[in-house]
Each structure stands twice: as C-alpha cells, then as structure tokens.
C-alpha cells in the first residue's frame, strides 16, 4: 500500500497523462505491464500507484524512489525508452514531475 510522509528522505515523481476515453484501457494495460515487468524491479524503486478519473481522460501516477538518479536511470533505459515511446502514442500528453513531500494531513 503506497504511503506518504512527511519524513521521507526519497524522491516523488508525479506524472499525468491526457488520453481520450477510448484509449484509457489501453494506456492503463501498458503502464500496469511497465511497472509489473519493468519498474517495478528496477534498484531504488519502492512503490507506486496509477488513479483514473471518472470521465477515463487522465491518468495520475504516484510513485516513490529512493533517490532521483535511480529514477533517471530508469528512464534511460533502453526498455523504458521504447515503452515510453509506445505509451506516448496512447495519450496526448504524459509529464513526469519529481517532488519532495513537504507536509502531509
């Protein structure tokens, strides 16, 4: 179960995706093949979450790292770099943020 808090030393990357409903499915199977087969395993990877709003035009994705190479070096890998590209024909736009938590309620 994802959690948040305060006293996380790590780095939070939040990325939104636009899609037409139609294609929602489809992006939410690749992003769930991404993270089961790939993400999931990479070193400094601790935990993720996708959200899919009512009207299936945005995906949220939460996910946690140990420290924001490891999530660089995940991007750049040449298997994330293909899936990337295949879920970018999926959505109209994706865009990763890395954040640090600041206060939890």
């Known amino acids: 179960m ?4 305060d006293d996380f030393s790590g780095q ?3 990325t939104t995706f636009e899609m037409t409903p139609g294609t929602c499915d489809d ?8 993270y089961e ?18 009207a299936q035009t945005r995906i949220a994705n939460y ?4 420290r924001r190479e490891d999530f660089q070096a995940m ?5 994330m770099r293909e899936r990337n590209r295949h879920i970018a024909s999926l959505c109209s736009r994706f ?3 890395m954040y640090e938590v600041s206060a939890v309620f």
Do not use: Q, Y
């Open 2 to 5: 994802a959690t948040i808090s």
């Open 12 to 14: 939070t990357v939040l």
């Open 27 to 34: 992006l939410m199977d690749a992003l769930k093949d991404a």
């Open 37 to 54: 087969n790939c993400i999931s395993k990479w070193p400094g990877f601790i935990e993720a979450a996708l959200h899919v709003n009512d």
């Open 63 to 66: 996910s946690k790292w140990r």
């Open 75 to 79: 991007l750049r890998s040449p298997e």
């Open 95 to 97: 865009e990763p943020v």
